[in-house]
């Protein structure tokens, strides 16, 4: 089975920190995603990367960047981090379906 | 514009009861549909995945159906556990290019005692 893990399950960050979501993926996809979920907006998307050293923005890419160094690993960066990026963090990996990680639920006060 | 619709937004059922859920789209060019379960605080995980040639497909209790005409798709999950408690999300993929999907937003299913 396809296996995207997501480094932290909880994260609480103070406002302005600099914030790292790691994710690494283990089946040689192409394709990785980074979303964030709030209630009552679902998913959306804010980067997505198909290939090492890509980077596309997706819908909401304000306040956030990624780095793709490695196919494996696709990390989310928020450069200043601010309470409206309060928020559950998916990660995703797809080939022809997407398998998500657990999430990262992140807290910025 | 491309949107995927969910409906009831929520819903509370007995256990060992029926339920369907609903999922209207306007993606296109379609290229498949997948319904997600997403358990509280964890990531969505993939139940079903239908392209336009099929029409039903089933994983255990749930059945998906797949109205490629009226772009309907439904999932019916029969003798409800209280593990089915969960938010459902449809996502729809759109053919051409590199993957793009849309979300719907979910339905969030309570089964009660």
């Known amino acids: 089975d396809v296996k995207v893990t997501q480094s932290s399950r909880y994260l609480v960050k103070r406002t302005g920190e600099k914030v790292f979501l790691e994710c690494v993926q283990d089946?040689?996809?192409?394709?990785m995603f980074w979303y964030r979920q709030d209630p009552g907006l679902g998913l959306r998307l804010i980067y997505f990367?198909?290939?090492?050293?890509?980077?596309e923005k997706g819908d909401i890419p304000e306040g956030y960047s990624v780095s793709r160094e490695k196919k494996e690993r696709f990390s989310l960066i928020l450069e200043s981090a601010s309470t409206n990026q309060t928020s559950m963090y998916l990660c995703?990996?797809?080939?022809?379906?997407?398998?998500f990680g657990s999430g990262t639920r992140l807290t910025v006060v | 514009k491309n949107q995927v619709e969910q409906s009831p937004q929520s819903l509370i059922i007995l256990e060992g009861k029926n339920c369907t859920l609903q999922c209207n789209y306007t993606v296109s060019p379609f290229s498949n549909l997948r319904w997600y379960k997403q358990d509280t605080g964890r990531g969505p995980v993939s139940l079903t995945i239908?392209?336009?040639?099929?029409n039903t497909k089933s994983n255990g209790r749930y059945t998906a159906t797949l109205d490629a005409d009226t772009k309907q798709s439904s999932l019916h999950i029969t003798a409800s556990q209280l593990s089915d408690s969960a938010s459902y999300i449809c996502?729809?993929?759109?053919?051409?290019?590199?993957?793009?999907?849309?979300f719907g937003t979910g339905t969030k299913l309570q089964v009660i005692p």
């Open positions: 990367s198909y290939d090492v050293k890509m980077k």
């Open positions: 995703a990996s797809s080939s022809s379906g997407y398998t």
């Open positions: 089946m040689d996809h192409e394709n």
């Open positions: 996502v729809v993929s759109h053919s051409g290019g590199y993957q793009k999907v849309t």
């Open positions: 239908m392209t336009f040639s099929e």
